[in-house]
């Protein structure tokens, strides 16, 4: 559920009208909801409430420190993966014990950054890394708190893009050498090991993928705890998908996946980590574009709108479908036809959507692109030199621009052109 919903014949944000929010920031710009966003974080907050647990968002998924701050003061942790997202955690007032630290490229000048500021965790994901961040930490007189990231060989029956839990992928150590990493983790000065952390990957529709990667943790808990780790927490990533049509569709809820982590984890005593991105950012935004032109092709009608790739990735990078909706309510029974809905960048890659029914539309219409809160505003670029795209949040019957389209004095004052060219 969302807070998108049309009334009085036009689609609304909670209270706001999405027209009134494109006439004053114009379009292409990203909107989200402070209520749905409070709902999806609750549901994993409730699922997970018969044990002890952290719910981490993972930033990556959508970063602006609006929404970080949202979260945060709900309680919420945040996953970061990077310096950067680690700064926006902590600029949205996140403290360092609720900050965990993934990913498979951590750099030294990051490991000093997090340790100096504080982190619940660093989740490790090779051996150079850990040897890097004993190094670092000694190096400060202090103590990195660390989780392993195990790579349990599952397959996540996932887009292949997003898929990070088979023995291919370059995340995690295999779990099948986890014992010898635990091993050494444990003799390495300003290393202090906490707990198992595992991602099998994104956008996942099925609970077996999940329940099969964390037994396998289970497992490990228990064999590690035997040669004497202290293993108290255990991470358990991200990953739950989120429905992309309103219709067929019907991915696990997340009390399911709670009930389904108690059955497999629960009895080891462990505090419980988990990284969502997608099922809490995902639902809660759009992206409003207006129709430039409606053009007609040899057996088509092309809808050109003012969005484009660079503002939403997702279509040509993982073939992804987001549900079209036009702003004004189309009135019940009125005509629909196919449209190939396309954005202005010179390159047929540039397509959001093939022989899409949508009601009849023209020049000026707006539209929305729905489900597009995360993975969208984040990977943004300025390709062909198109403005970032804007993003404003909604909370009842408020909005705010929380991040304000830049103006092209602003882009083209980045470039420096050399004094001896
Ligand atoms: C991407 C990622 C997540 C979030 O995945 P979602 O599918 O958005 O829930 C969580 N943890 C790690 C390590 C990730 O890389």
């Not at 202005?344 to 959507?353: K, L, M």
Request: charged content about 20%.
């Amino acid at each position: 559920m969302d807070h998108f919903l049309y009334r009085d014949g036009t689609l609304h944000a909670e209270d706001v009208p999405l027209a009134k929010i494109a006439a004053t920031v114009g379009t292409p710009f990203y909107c989200y909801s402070a209520a749905t966003l409070t709902r999806h974080y609750q549901l994993f907050e409730q699922a997970l409430a018969s044990m002890p647990h952290l719910v981490c968002f993972a930033i990556k998924s959508l970063s602006n420190v609006a929404v970080l701050k949202l979260l945060g003061d709900l309680g919420a942790g945040m996953d970061v993966v990077s310096g950067g997202e680690y700064r926006r955690a902590r600029a949205a007032g996140v403290p360092g014990e609720r900050i965990v630290f993934s990913g498979v490229g951590k750099t030294r000048e990051e490991m000093r950054l997090a340790l100096q500021g504080g982190i619940r965790q660093f989740n490790v994901e090779s051996e150079p890394e850990l040897r890097a961040l004993s190094e670092v930490a000694v190096s400060l007189g202090t103590v990195a708190p660390i989780a392993i990231r195990v790579n349990p060989d599952v397959d996540a029956k996932t887009h292949a893009k997003i898929a990070t839990g088979k023995a291919e992928n370059k995340f995690g150590i295999p779990i099948t050498r986890a014992p010898g990493v635990y091993a050494e983790a444990a003799r390495l000065p300003g290393i202090e090991v906490v707990g198992i952390d595992v991602h099998i990957g994104s956008q996942l529709t099925d609970l077996a993928p999940f329940e099969a990667a964390f037994a396998r943790v289970a497992d490990l808990t228990v064999a590690l705890r035997a040669q004497g780790h202290a293993i108290r927490r255990l991470d358990l990533g991200g990953g739950l998908g989120i429905p992309y049509t309103r219709s067929n569709e019907a991915p696990p809820l997340p009390a399911d996946y709670g009930a389904m982590i108690r059955r497999t984890v629960g009895h080891l005593g462990c505090e419980i980590e988990i990284e969502p991105g997608r099922l809490i950012s995902g639902n809660a935004g759009v992206l409003v574009s207006q129709v430039i032109w409606v053009k007609r092709g040899e057996d088509r009608d092309f809808l050109i709108v003012d969005a484009a790739m660079n503002d939403l990735v997702r279509p040509s990078m993982y073939d992804a479908h987001h549900d079209i909706v036009a702003v004004a309510e189309p009135p019940a029974g009125s005509p629909t036809q196919p449209y190939d809905v396309v954005g202005p960048i010179c390159e047929t890659g540039d397509t959001f959507a093939r022989g899409r029914d949508l009601p009849l539309l023209a020049e000026g219409d707006l539209i929305a692109f729905r489900s597009a809160g995360a993975y969208g505003a984040v990977m943004a670029s300025e390709y062909n030199t198109r403005p970032l795209v804007p993003e404003v949040l909604v909370r009842d019957d408020h909005f705010a621009v929380i991040r304000a389209r830049p103006t092209f004095d602003e882009i083209l004052n980045r470039d420096t052109v050399p004094v001896w060219l």
